[in-house]
């Protein structure tokens, strides 16, 4: 049913209405990473209205651009849709549903920090670990750790689907990105530090030398996977979201990256070798983001190198609720393989 004002999702088509019923504006424009559009005024509604064929979502992010008479532009939520991610409104489908986690009881735990000297790169951090309540050897380490945390909510999943019992606890370890655009593209330097600084000092911290799931998005991804080639023993899976495994034919808008060079060339290299230290490896991908070709082919060589690898095309696009949703059931999987 379509609203008087605000949006609507139909299996179908998206629609959108803004009132105006002095017509104070010159021009509506729908700003979305998904689709956009020119919004039309209809004088029987005194309201400006855009309909779109559905894309491949079940939820879509998006701020509407305002044009006035004079000239002036603004660009603002949409003031008759009250649901909200950060400073952009969301449109649900009514296919799409929140993870069910979302609403369990946590499991109790603690958190603590660790300081790790990092010589390699000249640099330093402060990790981030919640250790859960019972006794465990097992360890998971996640890049852009403070993000995931506070808007892909990874802690709030870890302490739920422990106290489920739905995965085996274990320590999750949340490093901030420091020097990300250097660090995560693909850098030998700072994958000798994640290798030879960093998880020793949390395997002391911890009390195990287990090897550790490594999780990852975008760069973070790329950086994951980049650590675990180099340096296997360190590693026993790997989760990567929308991992930017950039190739020339896909991704030459991304060449303007200072670091986009030696991102192709160990893509390339990566994607050309006969094999590779296999690893159970869960990827995900938004099926209307530019790193979906990318990811199909990162899976695909994978997959060739002896590694156990699931991939998973999720309905949403690069950000931090898509990565969130896809955490259960795909992460969940990965532990429950790789921990049980």
Same mark, same amino acid.
């Given at each position: 049913?379509e609203?008087?004002?605000?949006?609507?999702c139909?299996?179908?088509?998206?629609?959108?209405?803004l009132r105006?019923?002095?017509?104070?504006?010159?021009?509506?424009?729908?700003?979305?990473?998904?689709?956009?559009?020119d919004?039309r005024y209809?004088?029987?509604?005194?309201?400006?209205?855009?309909?779109?064929?559905?894309?491949?979502?079940q939820?879509?992010?998006?701020?509407?651009?305002?044009?006035?008479?004079?000239?002036?532009?603004?660009?603002?939520?949409?003031?008759?849709?009250?649901?909200?991610?950060?400073?952009?409104?969301v449109?649900?489908?009514?296919?799409y549903?929140?993870?069910?986690?979302l609403?369990?009881?946590?499991?109790?735990g603690?958190?603590?920090?660790?300081?790790?000297p990092?010589?390699?790169?000249?640099g330093?951090?402060v990790?981030?670990?919640?250790?859960?309540?019972?006794?465990?050897d097992?360890?998971?380490?996640?890049?852009?750790?403070p993000?995931?945390?506070?808007?892909?909510?990874?802690?709030r999943?870890?302490?739920?689907?422990?106290?489920?019992?739905?995965?085996?606890?274990?320590h999750? &370890?949340? /490093?901030?990105?420091?020097?990300?655009? @250097?660090?995560?593209?693909?850098?030998?330097?700072y +994958? *000798? #530090? =994640?290798?030879n600084?960093?998880l020793?000092?949390l395997?002391?911290?911890?009390?195990?030398?287990r090897?550790?799931?490594?999780?990852g998005?975008?760069l973070?991804?790329?950086?994951?996977l980049?650590?675990?080639?180099r340096?296997?023993?360190?590693?026993?899976?790997?989760?990567l979201?929308?991992?930017?495994?950039?190739q020339?034919?896909?991704?030459?808008?991304e060449?303007?990256?200072r670091?986009?060079?030696?991102?192709?060339r160990?893509?390339?290299?990566v994607?050309?070798?006969?094999?590779?230290p296999?690893?159970? &490896?869960? /990827?995900?991908?938004g099926?209307?983001? @530019?790193?979906?070709?990318?990811?199909?082919d990162m +899976? *695909? #060589? =994978?997959?060739?190198?002896?590694?156990?690898?699931?991939?998973?095309?999720?309905?949403?696009?690069?950000?931090w609720?898509?990565w969130?949703?896809?955490?259960?059931?795909?992460?969940t999987?990965?532990l429950?393989?790789?921990?049980?």
């Open positions: 049913m609203p008087a004002a605000g949006a609507w139909t299996s179908t088509e998206v629609g959108f209405r105006d019923h002095e017509r104070r504006l010159a021009s509506v424009r729908l700003d979305s990473s998904v689709v956009s559009g919004f209809r004088d029987d509604l005194r309201a400006w209205e855009l309909r779109l064929p559905r894309p491949a979502v939820r879509l992010e998006y701020r509407l651009a305002l044009g006035y008479p004079d000239g002036a532009t603004e660009t603002v939520d949409d003031p008759d849709n009250p649901r909200r991610q950060g400073d952009a409104s449109l649900w489908c009514p296919d549903r929140e993870p069910d986690w609403h369990l009881p946590h499991g109790a603690r958190w603590h920090d660790v300081y790790l990092l010589p390699a790169v000249r330093e951090m990790a981030r670990i919640w250790s859960p309540d019972a006794a465990t097992r360890v998971v380490v996640v890049h852009d750790g993000d995931y945390h506070r808007y892909g909510e990874l802690g999943y870890t302490a739920a689907m422990i106290a489920a019992g739905r995965v085996p606890p274990y999750l &370890v949340l /490093l901030p990105p420091g020097e990300r655009l @250097e660090w995560y593209s693909a850098s030998p330097a +994958a *000798r #530090a =994640l290798a600084d960093v020793p000092k395997a002391a911290e911890l009390g195990t030398d090897p550790v799931i490594g999780v998005a975008s973070g991804a790329l950086a994951m980049h650590a675990q080639r340096h296997p023993a360190r590693f026993a899976a790997l989760f979201q929308s991992g930017s495994f950039f020339p034919r896909y991704d030459r808008q060449s303007g990256f670091r986009y060079l030696r991102i192709v160990f893509t390339g290299r994607i050309r070798a006969a094999d590779g296999g690893v159970p &490896v869960a /990827l995900t991908c099926t209307v983001e @530019e790193n979906l070709a990318n990811n199909r +899976a *695909r #060589a =994978l997959r060739d190198h002896g590694y156990a690898v699931s991939f998973a095309e999720v309905p949403d696009v690069h950000n609720t898509a969130r949703d896809a955490l259960d059931p795909q992460l999987a990965l429950q393989k790789v921990f049980n």
